[in-house]
Nanobody
Framework: QVQLAESGGGSVQAGGSLRLSCAASTSSYSYYCMGWFRQAPGKEREGVAT???????FYADTVKGRFSISRDNAKNTLYLQMNDLKPEDTSTYYC?????????????????????WGKGTLVTISS
C-alpha cells in the first residue's frame, strides 16, 4: 500500500507560478511510475505529466513548456513546477503512483488507470 499526500496548491493570478509536492509513504518509491493528474469541475480527470522509474518524462500537450515534473527519490517526493499559469489550469491536482512502467507510464494509464492516488490539492488561477 502506498499513501500519497499532495501540497502546494493555492490561488494565484494568471501568469503566476506554483510548485506542487507529493510525499509518498513507501520505501520502494524509486520503483514507481509517478504522475500528476487534474480534474476540473464537470470535466473528466486528465493526465498532466508522468515520470517513470528510469526518468522518462511525458507531458500533456496543454502544459508542455510551462510545467515541469521531477522526483527526488531520496526524499520520496514528486514535484510539479507550474509556470505561466492560465485560468484553464484551474483544477484539483492529484498525485498518483503505479508499479507498471514503460507504455503504461507514458500513456497506458488512460486505459488502465493508476493504482494509488492522493486526495488532491486545489489550484485556482484568476484572470
Amino acid at each position: 500500500q502506498v499513501q500519497l499526500a499532495e501540497s502546494g496548491g493555492g490561488s494565484v493570478q494568471a501568469g503566476g507560478s506554483l510548485r506542487l509536492s507529493c510525499a509518498a509513504s513507501t520505501s520502494s518509491y524509486s520503483y514507481y511510475c509517478m504522475g500528476w493528474f487534474r480534474q476540473a469541475p464537470g470535466k473528466e480527470r486528465e493526465g498532466v505529466a508522468t515520470i517513470d522509474s528510469d526518468g522518462s518524462i511525458f507531458y500533456a500537450d496543454t502544459v508542455k513548456g510551462r510545467f515541469s515534473i521531477s522526483r527526488d527519490n531520496a526524499k520520496n517526493t514528486l514535484y510539479l513546477q507550474m509556470n505561466d499559469l492560465k485560468p484553464e489550469d484551474t483544477s484539483t491536482y492529484y498525485c498518483a503512483a503505479d508499479p507498471r512502467h514503460g507504455a503504461h507510464c507514458s500513456g497506458g494509464y488512460r486505459r488502465n488507470g493508476m493504482y494509488y492516488w492522493g486526495k488532491g490539492t486545489l489550484v485556482t488561477i484568476s484572470s
